[in-house]
């Protein structure tokens, strides 16, 4: 396995972890992760391209309104690429090449995190004060949420960064925080392996019809064993959510999607999920010509159109009829940045 290091992290514990636990490879250290990652280089073996960097930006993003369950949350970047290779994902066409980084300067990252939430709270403590003085009738969200996993999958991925380690005892102590960690993997060892329940860590798991998976989705877990690590983890009382992303509108997709519904409805004991979650397909309209340009022949893009809000998405009466039956699933199915 050949691994490049930056120079500034070669002795950050993550990354002395990983050299002693991995003991059969080839280092290669360099000054900078981006003289790499922002080349175009052709796709090596996926046990080659693994990147170990600091990251010197903000790791965390505001999400748009209405992503999913407050109007204000954060995405939280730890990771660049996925290893899995779906052929719909925005990932595919954001960056030069397949490298996997890894960012290992944790501490910072937490602060940032830290700084983030003391600012809601603020935030959140003078809207109070308002309404007790105006006795306006205002909805304030409980807790500040953060989703993990958007630039890569995290739980996978943690054979090499740690991330559960780190991470899910650190949510425990901000109590008005929740981190969500999405996955299509079924490593959740490492979450058993924690000396207790997380409450401030919710574990969301992408489910799509087995076909679909074998058509779009490439090298990730299959739906029945992602189906059996949800109720693992539910037999454990870990807070579970289910996403049914990107719902995908192919031939006999009605079809299709009954089946599944009724099938994930006969495997999982929906009364212990925490709560749901459905998105089409979903892109600003330059990830789509760029998904265009480098895949001209994925038909599915084909029946997507551009929407006022400028969003490129699949049209309305499709994407009603998922929400329409992913409701019947889960009344309190959440639908992501749509009216």
Known sequence: MLVYIENEVKNNPQVLRFIDKFKNIDVIYVDNYKNLFDKKIPNWNIE???IFAELKWNCLTQAPEDYGHEKFSYFLKNSLNCIFDCRYCFLKWAFQNDFQVYFVNYDDMKKEIVEALEKYILCYSELVLEWKIWNWKLQIPKKLR???SDYSDNLWMNWFSNFVQEFVPFFENLDEAMMEIRTKSTNIQPLLD???IPKNTEIAFSLNPQELIEKYEKWVASLDDRIQ???TLLDKWFKVWLRFLPL???ENYQQIYWDFINYVKQNVDMSK??????SWLLYTKADYLNILKKDPYFDIMYLLEENEDGFVREKKEIRDWFYNQFRQLDKKCMVCLDS
């Open 48 to 50: 080659k391209s693994i």
């Open 146 to 148: 953060f989703y993990s």
């Open 194 to 196: 924690l000396w207790f």
């Open 229 to 231: 690590a949800v109720n």
């Open 248 to 250: 995908l509108p192919v």
């Open 273 to 278: 999920i925490s709560s749901t979650f459905a």
